[in-house]
T-cell receptor, first 116, second 113 residues
């Protein structure tokens, strides 16, 4: 079984400050981890993913995420937030043992608001 | 150069009607998905097709029937629409590799009156 949790429904941060959006996961095997962003009335856009290799993954728009196996976490970070980063962020996980189903399980989403 | 497209973008209909949502991808992917996003933004997989073959069929009422005429298209037909079917429906696609990334369409907002 695979699951993912985003413990914060809402994150507020001032423009120019660093931001963190939290994600923890649970899988039987090794995780494949993804971050997506959804702007109002739009589809989900892929930001970054962790499959293997370096624990720090860099993605689009200056975002990065750090895979921490011992804490089963994959938090999304950005050194300096922009007002335009305000959106709904989803973490997703797939267990490498999920076979041909390749089913992603999404978190409940975190609304990020960057205040000017 | 749209990657994953859906039609229509908005769909307003009466309870009891039958409607279809179409999805097309031009990414050369061989796996396609339908997701439902409810009013609380929770996203749940409904179906997945790989090379026109159904591989995921979550607990969805049998009023929902996906159809894949070819691997670039995955349509969703819904019979006897109910109020609870109101949601945003997203189509997505990916390559059938272990590390595949799913790419999403813009969504179809279905409102059942």
């Amino acid at each position: 079984a695979q699951s993912v949790a985003q413990p914060e429904d809402q994150v507020n941060v001032a423009e120019g400050n660093p931001l963190t959006v939290k994600c923890t996961y649970s899988v039987s095997g090794n995780p494949y981890l993804f971050w997506y962003v959804q702007y109002p009335n739009r589809g989900l856009q892929f930001l970054l993913k962790y499959i293997t290799g370096d624990n720090l993954v860099k993605g689009s728009y200056g975002f990065e995420a750090e895979f921490n196996k011992s804490q089963t976490s994959f938090h999304l970070k950005k050194p300096s937030a922009l007002v335009s980063d305000s959106a709904l962020y989803f973490c997703a996980v797939r267990d490498e043992t999920s076979g041909s189903a390749r089913q992603l399980t999404f978190g409940s989403g975190t609304q990020l608001t960057v205040l000017p | 150069d749209t990657a994953v497209s859906q039609t229509p973008k908005y769909l307003v209909t009466q309870m009891g009607n039958d409607k279809s949502i179409k999805c097309e991808q031009n990414l050369g992917h061989d796996t396609m998905y339908w997701y439902k996003q409810d009013s609380k933004k929770f996203l749940k997989i409904m179906f997945s097709y790989n090379n026109k073959e159904l591989i995921i069929n979550e607990t969805v009422p049998n009023r929902f029937s996906p159809k894949s005429p070819d691997k670039a298209h995955l349509n969703l037909h819904i019979n006897s629409l109910e109020l609870g079917d109101s949601a945003v429906y997203f189509c997505a696609s990916s390559h059938s590799t272990d590390t595949d990334t799913q790419y999403f369409g813009p969504g179809t907002r279905l409102t059942v009156l």
